[in-house]
């Protein structure tokens, strides 16, 4: 991870991730996360990485813009006021810094994702 383009090979099947742990906020289940950072700039801005998550339901708070591009697995967001945004499989979500509401993951969740 430490050249000039951090990259990772079959990244649907990549294994090498870190525990990140279960997720914080749960709601219901024992959602847990798994995942490899590729990139955190200054001040943590970029962040970007490879993120695994198990099924559960949780509150979510995204703390600045990011952008998740999912390679697996089936979700719900349900933003604050009712908005809902179903993931699978090739969907790609910005969600814009302050963005507050609940996750729910069905089937396990492989995304890229940047946090800027």
């Known amino acids: 991870m430490s050249a000039t383009a951090p990259h990772i090979h ?13 997720q914080p906020d749960a ?6 996360s798994n995942g490899r950072l590729l990139f955190k700039g200054p001040g943590n ?12 339901r949780w509150r979510i708070a995204v703390p600045r813009d990011e952008f998740c591009y999912f390679m697996q697995g089936r979700a719900q967001y349900r933003h604050d006021n009712g908005e809902v945004v179903d993931v699978s499989a090739g969907t790609a979500v910005v969600f814009r810094a302050g963005w507050t509401g609940e996750a729910e993951i069905f089937e396990t969740t492989r995304n890229s994702y940047m946090l800027t």
Request: net charge negative; with cysteine.
């Open 10 to 22: 079959d990244a649907t099947s990549y294994d090498d991730l870190a525990d990140w742990g279960p």
């Open 27 to 32: 709601l219901s289940g024992a959602s847990h």
């Open 45 to 56: 801005s970029p962040e970007c990485g490879i993120w695994v998550c198990t099924p559960g």
